[in-house]
């Protein structure tokens, strides 16, 4: 199963995806490319690293969306990569009818928080504020609803009293780091 990661910051989620596929632990899996819409993205040093190709795909001319000239090109590298699953690792855009319909079915998301409760933006700061005693993360097939496809997986994280948003934060990413290569390994048939 050829996997594409699609990402706009840090990459952590990849690089955990990446350590899964060196350590024997993402199934039939394999990652053959990493796209982001951030020419500067941390994400692509993991290029190099792990022998993935690695690449910025103009996003342009919308900020938050993919659509129109920027939405072509994401179409046509993830095309021409032949990728059987595209994996969704905090690319922060908004995905529009014409992605979707090129790769119906085969688009998955990881999202910050036990959906459906605080899709959107900063799903941990949303849980932490709300004072929420669990929160988690979630991995989801993509559709037209901004984070509301059918869910795959999930994880829980309880939020102590002594938790601030930062510890909070690492261990919801201690928890993606775990869930999202298993997801990717289950959907690979291991
Ligand atoms: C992850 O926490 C992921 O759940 C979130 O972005 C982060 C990416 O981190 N995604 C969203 O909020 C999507 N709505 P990373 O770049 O270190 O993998």
Do not use: W, Y
Request: charged fraction near 20%.
């Amino acid at each position: 199963m050829r996997v594409v990661l699609l990402g706009s910051g840090r990459g952590s989620n990849a690089e955990a995806i990446l350590n899964a596929q060196r350590e024997g632990r993402l199934g039939r899996a394999q990652v053959v490319a990493i796209f982001t819409d951030k020419p500067d993205a941390p994400m692509l040093q993991l290029g190099p690293r792990f022998g993935v190709p690695a690449q910025f795909v103009d996003p342009a001319p919308f900020k938050t969306k993919l659509e129109g000239p920027g939405e072509e090109r994401f179409i046509a590298a993830i095309r021409a990569a032949q990728a059987d699953l595209l994996v969704l690792a905090g690319f922060m855009r908004v995905l529009k009818p014409g992605f979707l319909d090129a790769f119906a079915g085969r688009i998955i998301n990881l999202h910050p928080s036990l959906l459906p409760s605080f899709p959107g933006l900063d799903g941990i700061g949303q849980a932490f504020r709300h004072g929420v005693k669990v929160t988690g993360c979630t991995v989801h097939e993509v559709n037209a609803a901004v984070d509301g496809g059918r869910i795959l997986a999930q994880e829980p994280v309880c939020i102590e009293e002594t938790d601030t948003l930062e510890t909070l934060a690492s261990k919801i990413h201690a928890a993606e780091h775990r869930l999202l290569p298993a997801v990717i390994a289950r959907l690979s048939g291991a």
